[in-house]
């Protein structure tokens, strides 16, 4: 049984440049979230998606958004790259019900210079 | 707004001690649950336990409990038996759901306490 995936692994991107992140949720769970996580930090909620649809979104601007598929796939996209968008990029699945616990993926590095 | 305090940034114990990490949390749900995670140098976040909060009972998973204090709003990570293989990153994690209803919740993490265990 697949875990969480992420892809790809690392990625460098300079200032200004846009970027796509992919995220294949655990087989049987329909919800994916983002996290940012700053080296030294704790993971950032970026936003969540549920049945296609961005369901709750965190302290982020509009450079950020996302999507999901039907297949419960999604993919974050981040424009105008800035220096501070360094970071690993988690993201998570969780089955859509109470206190379901989610489920993360082992990241992606995302390095602007 | 909801935190996730964690008050010790780094620890070490000796392998086969016990270690305890600490975190306090502030939250306006009245049901709720709250987690430890942990993030080995490999990176991937991993769910080590969860306690309900309506249950006075404290979790225990194998090595790992927790003391769950409701009205301190306490919620400790008592290690036993350290290994090496516990050294990590440690975050405690509070759940906060929609205001909008339904299942959908965000994560809330404290800052981490990075504990080494020694050989």
């Known amino acids: 049984d697949a875990g969480v995936t992420q892809s790809p692994t690392h990625l460098i991107k300079t200032r200004g440049q846009q970027v796509t992140l992919r995220c294949s949720p655990k087989?049987?769970?329909?919800?994916v979230s983002w996290y940012q996580q700053a080296l030294g930090q704790g993971p950032q909620f970026i936003f969540q998606?549920?049945?296609?649809?961005?369901?709750q979104r965190g302290n982020f601007p509009d450079r950020f958004s996302g999507h999901q598929f039907p297949n419960y796939s999604s993919e974050l996209n981040v424009n105008a790259l800035l220096l501070g968008d360094s970071a690993l990029y988690l993201c998570?699945?969780?089955?859509?019900?109470?206190?379901?616990?989610?489920?993360f993926g082992d990241g992606t590095r995302l390095s602007i210079l | 707004a909801q935190t996730v305090t964690q008050s010790q940034p780094e620890m070490s114990v000796q392998e086969a001690e016990t270690v305890t990490l600490s975190c306090t949390y502030d939250t306006s749900e009245n049901n709720y649950y709250l987690f430890w995670y942990k993030q080995p140098p490999s990176r991937q976040m991993i769910l080590v336990i969860r306690?309900?909060?309506?249950?006075?009972q404290n979790a225990t998973e194998n090595r790992f409990s927790v003391n769950f204090q409701k009205a301190a709003k306490s919620f400790s990570l008592k290690i036993s038996d350290s290994q090496l293989g516990d050294t990590a990153m440690y975050f405690c994690?509070?759940?906060?759901?929609?205001?909008?209803?339904?299942?959908?919740?965000?994560?809330?993490f404290g800052k981490g306490t990075l504990l080494t265990v020694n050989p």
């Open positions: 994690v509070s759940p906060l759901w929609s205001q909008a209803g339904g299942s959908n919740y965000k994560l809330t």
């Open positions: 998570a699945s969780s089955f859509q019900a109470p206190n379901q616990p989610q489920h």
């Open positions: 306690q309900e909060a309506y249950k006075q």
């Open positions: 087989s049987g769970h329909d919800t």
């Open positions: 998606y549920y049945e296609e649809e961005e369901r």
